[in-house]
């Protein structure tokens, strides 16, 4: 507790002293205030706003969502992309848009919860056609790896190119992934003796032509398999791992 003091004091007096031995025309300059206040660096692709605040913040309010969009309304490759198009309806960017952590650090830091706490906020201001959300489920978690308000969020609306399934399991991604990474360390593969592998896996796009035969099948020792048998050729273990053939890489 006591040096919690001793440094409180001495922050007051490096003050006292810095304003002392500045000149009055440098003391008059509002961006030599700003520093004074400023809790840290901002990122790389704001530093050129450094000495001003006021591009951001508003006196008393804080930061203002319209003062983003001053800078970033005509910004169409965010607006245009499918991962990042949901940016044209969101009426928050602060929770995560975070500033002032170092040059070396992205002012983005995705918070799954807070998008859906923005969403249901525009629900109250809007309507219920939110894309954001969803209302297909109970907002129940399927699991424990989520959060019941990261389950309202309709995860294809921004993640239906990353889906690998094909939409063969649907486009509720919730039901078993959760918002930190896509991998599910809780997923057992089928029986290696499965015959169903064509039911969640799609052949690459030389299975369907001439090099299947030619060479996959063949190296494989499997001329006579379809492209759906998987199993006649590949093990569980990698689709590099081959039956009779070892690890085989070749494409």
């Given at each position: 507790?006591?040096?919690?003091w001793i ?9 006292v ?6 000149s009055?025309?440098a003391?008059k ?6 520093r004074?206040a400023?809790?840290g ?6 530093a050129?706003?450094?000495n001003?605040?006021a591009?951001?913040h508003t006196?008393v309010?804080g ?6 969009i001053?800078?970033h309304a005509n ?5 245009q992309?499918?991962?990042t198009?949901f940016?044209g ?8 848009h975070?500033?002032?952590q ?6 983005t ?8 706490k ?6 109250k201001?809007?309507d ?5 959300l969803?209302w297909?489920?109970l907002?129940?978690p399927?699991?424990?790896n ?6 309202a969020?309709n ?6 190119n990353?889906d690998?399934?094909?939409q063969l399991?649907?486009q ?9 990474k896509?991998m ?10 499965s ?8 052949a690459?796009?030389s299975h369907?032509?001439?090099?299947f035969?030619?060479i996959?099948?063949r190296?494989?020792g499997?001329?006579h398999?379809?492209?759906?048998q998987?199993f006649?050729?590949?093990?569980t273990?990698s689709?590099?791992d081959?039956?009779?053939?070892g ?5």
């Amino acid at each position: 507790m006591k040096s919690k003091w001793i440094y409180i004091v001495a922050s007051i007096l490096f003050v006292v002293l810095w304003i002392m031995t500045s000149s009055e025309s440098a003391l008059k300059q509002p961006a030599t205030w700003q520093r004074l206040a400023e809790p840290g660096q901002l990122s790389a692709a704001h530093a050129h706003l450094e000495n001003n605040c006021a591009a951001c913040h508003t006196s008393v309010t804080g930061i203002e969502t319209s003062k983003c969009i001053v800078c970033h309304a005509n910004n169409e490759s965010l607006l245009q992309r499918q991962p990042t198009s949901f940016h044209g309806s969101i009426s928050s960017c602060k929770e995560c848009h975070l500033e002032h952590q170092g040059r070396g650090k992205r002012a983005t830091s995705m918070d799954h919860v807070m998008l859906a706490k923005i969403g249901m906020r525009q629900l109250k201001d809007d309507d219920v056609n939110n894309k954001l959300l969803t209302w297909s489920k109970l907002w129940v978690p399927p699991h424990a790896n989520i959060t019941p308000d990261e389950v309202a969020l309709n995860c294809a609306t921004c993640h239906s190119n990353d889906d690998r399934h094909f939409q063969l399991f649907g486009q509720d991604c919730a039901q078993c992934h959760a918002t930190d990474k896509w991998m599910i360390a809780e997923f057992r593969h089928p029986s290696p003796n499965s015959m169903d592998c064509a039911q969640c896996h799609q052949a690459p796009p030389s299975h369907y032509m001439m090099h299947f035969k030619m060479i996959s099948a063949r190296v494989a020792g499997r001329p006579h398999a379809r492209v759906d048998q998987c199993f006649q050729c590949h093990q569980t273990t990698s689709w590099n791992d081959i039956l009779g053939a070892g690890w085989y890489k070749h494409h």
